[in-house]
């Protein structure tokens, strides 16, 4: 599950990226994402295991509560695999919409 987190930096407000829960039970929870440019999710703690589905091109930042920043270059397609725990805050930093399936193994 992910669970929302306030923001103990006190950065700056921007927009939040889109989302949208497209399925989920007791096992799964199948969440869509679209990022418009220069959106975020928001600090956030993901507390399952979960892979994520690119259908975009584009570039997300993925800064951690650590500190260190990780880019992603999106290619529509490519898949990626995520072990919990994970806080953090994902921001699209290109000029273009990233677009993401994101899949939650609840068990």
């Known amino acids: 599950m992910s669970v929302a987190l306030e923001d103990r930096e006190g950065r700056q407000e921007t927009a ?34 979960y892979v994520t ?20 270059d999106y290619k529509d397609g490519r898949t990626a695999g995520y072990s919990a725990p994970i806080e953090h805050n994902a921001s699209n930093i290109s000029d273009e919409e990233v677009r993401v399936t994101e899949i939650e193994y609840k068990i």
């Open 16 to 49: 939040e990226a889109e989302r949208v829960v497209m399925f989920e039970d007791e096992k799964t929870r199948i969440t869509y994402w679209r990022f418009p440019p220069g959106t975020e999710t928001g600090w956030h703690r993901h507390t399952h295991d």
């Open 53 to 72: 589905i690119q259908q975009s091109g584009g570039r997300l930042q993925l800064e951690n509560r650590d500190g260190t920043i990780k880019v992603i």
